[in-house]
């Protein structure tokens, strides 16, 4: 596995990268990064494929942009320039979880011409997310970090205090059990890194305020809430909320859409259950179009 770098949407990324044959772009979430995806590397890289994993605009080592954009639109085009550049001119495969996922919606609905099937899990299509939010006083308290980090200056405070207990906390909260010290400490390190953390929490941020989009990209936004026709497989852990959401979601599908529950695990289902999930991963990129 190696890291390699490449310009995309004006911003230097980095990636991880392994293995030959057709393209799978793995995407991350918060509070991860590119490594999240260590045991589904080298296994897709042995079942025939090309691993890409790139750190997301803003996640060191890849560049965090001076006063750049984080909204959807921007998310959208940053990894639509990634499958451009490193694809090698075929449509490729998408797999994203939490932030990833987000950001795959987009781009199955956006740019479906570049995506042969995609993958997402743990958060549902953000149309769903809304709808489902506006209901459920239960799911407002699981995305309560949502609400938290639209303050200003205080987040960033909480975060890092204590050697960074915020984010021990979300893990456990996000997958009770779940024991996972190393890459949880290799996270918060590069969180540390000057920039990081309000990179990472301007994704947030641009959520909810219209004047933090980029105005350049209306249109590409309003691509991002078209039907779905990319065949997409939704994953979620059983032990996650969220998993509600995928069933009521198919609406927004006009393709192929199918959804499974990844029993005994919470919202990092691919590092839970790692054999369990990528088999189906790789289930699901090997069926025919």
Not at 36 to 62: C, D, E, K, M, N
């Amino acid at each position: 596995m190696n890291e390699r770098r490449v310009r995309a949407n004006g911003v230097e990324f980095a990636y991880l990268e392994d293995g030959r044959g057709p393209t799978v772009f793995l995407v991350h979430g918060f509070p991860d990064n590119a490594h999240s995806w260590s045991h589904q590397i080298p296994a897709l890289a042995a079942a025939g494929y090309r691993v890409i994993a790139p750190f997301l605009r803003g996640y060191p080592p890849t560049e965090i942009p001076d006063a750049g954009y984080y909204d959807r639109a921007t998310l959208a085009l940053d990894l639509k320039e990634l499958i451009v550049a490193l694809g090698g001119g075929e449509p490729a495969f998408l797999v994203g979880q939490d932030w990833g996922a987000g950001i795959t919606y987009s781009v199955i609905a956006a740019f479906p011409e570049l995506i042969r099937r995609a993958v997402v899990m743990a958060v549902a299509h953000p149309s769903q997310m809304r709808r489902t939010l506006l209901s459920s006083p239960q799911h407002v308290h699981r995305s309560f970090h949502w609400w938290f980090f639209q303050l200003s200056g205080l987040p960033e405070a909480v975060v890092v205090a204590n050697d960074f207990a915020f984010i021990d906390y979300l893990w456990n909260y996000w997958s009770p059990g779940h024991q996972d010290a190393a890459h949880i400490a290799q996270v918060k390190r590069m969180l540390a890194l000057p920039g990081a953390l309000s990179a990472a929490l301007a994704y947030y941020r641009a959520m909810f305020d219209p004047a933090k989009a980029d105005p350049t990209l209306g249109g590409i936004t309003e691509a991002c809430d078209r039907p779905i026709a990319v065949p997409t497989l939704a994953l979620c852990g059983s032990n996650d909320l969220r998993g509600e959401m995928l069933e009521p979601q198919k609406e927004f599908f006009e393709g192929p859409y199918e959804w499974a529950l990844v029993e005994g695990c919470g919202h990092f289902p691919h590092r839970e259950r790692p054999a369990q999930v990528t088999r189906m991963v790789i289930d699901w990129l090997q069926r025919p179009n």
